[in-house]
Every structure is written in structure tokens, then in C-alpha cells.
């Protein structure tokens, strides 16, 4: 018996070749760079990629984008809206194409207001958890949650204060697909402000005034709930 006949009858794996074994099709990576205009302002490279989302619709985004200028989520290039976005969704195990159609602001319209007025409720909040050692001050990412019926994409950012029970107290900003010119603020789940702000909608630019004076009307109305949920909360009380 030769050592081939030996080896068959043995039924061990014969390797033939020592050349690589081809990845099945979903791991080849995508390619990050293309042959694109760079989307950015200014931004003269020809080597973008674009934009890998895809909303509910089947609508692509049509952006490109360098490599300075892009972002990778998951191995794949997406411009910088889309991919917070996407970020959000991976992070609730919700499928990519269950994204919000691409005209749609309720994502980051619901960003942009929770980073303008990040700084400001934290300090509320660490007031308010003074002196108390295992209160801690905790931020949330941009998420989306389902409601209904009827259906509602409802986006998110929110702060909470936490101890060794769970939530304490938490300041949540919302704006809803379905709705999304609205800005929604919460305390502990008690809606304390709906409104549009002036820059949404409005064919003409808001002034720094109009911004100044909804953020301030926003964080009044935070504040004044901050100060009667937060005297009701045992944990909290000094
Ligand atoms: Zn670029
Ligand atoms: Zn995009």
C-alpha cells in the first residue's frame, strides 16, 4: 500500500495546496476608498467612498467621502450624520435598514440639542447629587426607541443620575421621527417641553438671538423640574 492509498483509507485530510482558503462572501471587506469627490466643503480628494446607508425606503445616501473626511462603522464608510445613526441602531441590536428615511432631522436634530445644552444640565445635575458620594452622573448615547401603535421612531439622548438602586432621576431629550421638527424634554418620564425650535422649517436663517432664546427657555423649564422631581426623590434629599 503506498502512503496516499495509506492515508485515503485512513480518511485523513489531504491538503493539496497550501494556498489560501477564499473568505466566504460577507467577509470581503468593503472597499474604504473609491473614486469619488470628497463630499467635505473644500475638500479636493477624488479618492471617496460613498456613503454605505440605506434608509427604510431603499433610498441610498449619495455623499462620498475621503478618508480624512470619512467615518467606519462596522468596516464600512459613512458620512458623518449617517453614521451616528447607524452607530445608535447597532447599539439596540435594530437591523441598519431600519434607519430613518434620509430627509428625516429626528436623529440629529435630537443630537444637536442634547450637545448645546450638555454642559448646562450636567452641572444641574451634579448640584443636585452634591455631597452624595454613591449618586453618580451618567450620560446616554444617541439611541432610537419603538413605540406604538402608532408606530414611533422616537430618538434620544438623556442624563441620569444612578446609584446603587438604578435611576434616581433622568433628563431625557426626544424628537420623534414622526415628528421630527419637535424637540421633546423630559424629567423622570413627565413631558415638560414641546417645541419647535425657530431654525426648523423656517425659510429664512434663525438668528443667534432666536437659538439663545429657545436653549434658554429649554434649560429653564429642565432646570425647574430638576429642582421639584429631585425633592420628592429620598436619594436625593440632603
Ligand atoms: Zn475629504
Ligand atoms: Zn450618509
Not at 429649554?218 to 429631585?230: E, G, K, N
Amino acid at each position: 500500500m503506498s502512503w496516499l492509498d495509506r492515508i485515503l483509507e485512513l480518511g485523513d485530510p489531504i491538503i493539496l495546496s497550501e494556498a489560501p482558503v477564499p473568505l466566504a462572501p460577507e467577509f470581503i471587506p468593503e472597499p474604504l476608498t473609491g473614486d469619488q469627490n470628497c463630499s467635505e466643503k473644500w475638500c479636493g480628494n477624488t479618492n471617496g467612498a460613498e456613503c454605505a446607508y440605506v434608509a427604510r425606503s431603499g433610498e441610498r445616501c449619495l455623499s462620498a467621502w475621503c478618508p480624512e473626511h470619512r467615518e467606519i462603522v462596522e468596516g464600512r464608510v459613512y458620512c458623518r450624520r449617517h453614521a451616528g445613526i447607524v452607530k445608535a441602531l447597532l447599539l439596540q441590536n435594530l437591523e441598519i435598514k431600519d434607519g430613518p428615511e434620509l430627509e428625516n432631522r429626528a436623529a440629529s436634530l435630537c443630537e444637536w440639542v442634547a450637545n448645546t445644552i450638555n454642559d448646562e444640565v450636567s452641572n444641574m445635575l451634579t448640584v443636585v447629587r452634591i455631597k452624595k458620594v454613591d449618586v453618580a452622573l451618567t450620560s446616554d448615547d444617541l439611541s432610537v426607541a419603538i413605540n406604538g401603535p402608532p408606530i414611533e421612531h422616537i430618538w434620544n439622548r438623556g442624563w441620569k443620575l444612578v446609584d446603587h438602586t438604578g435611576a434616581l432621576l433622568r433628563v431625557s431629550i426626544e424628537v420623534t421621527e414622526e415628528k421630527d421638527g419637535e424637540v421633546i424634554a423630559s424629567v423622570n418620564k413627565e413631558e415638560v417641553f414641546r417645541s419647535t425650535p425657530p431654525w426648523v422649517g423656517e425659510p429664512h436663517e434663525a438668528s443667534d438671538r432666536d437659538r439663545e432664546n429657545f436653549n434658554s427657555q429649554l434649560l429653564s423649564v429642565i432646570s425647574t423640574a430638576i429642582t421639584f422631581q429631585s425633592a420628592q426623590i429620598p436619594g436625593l434629599q440632603a
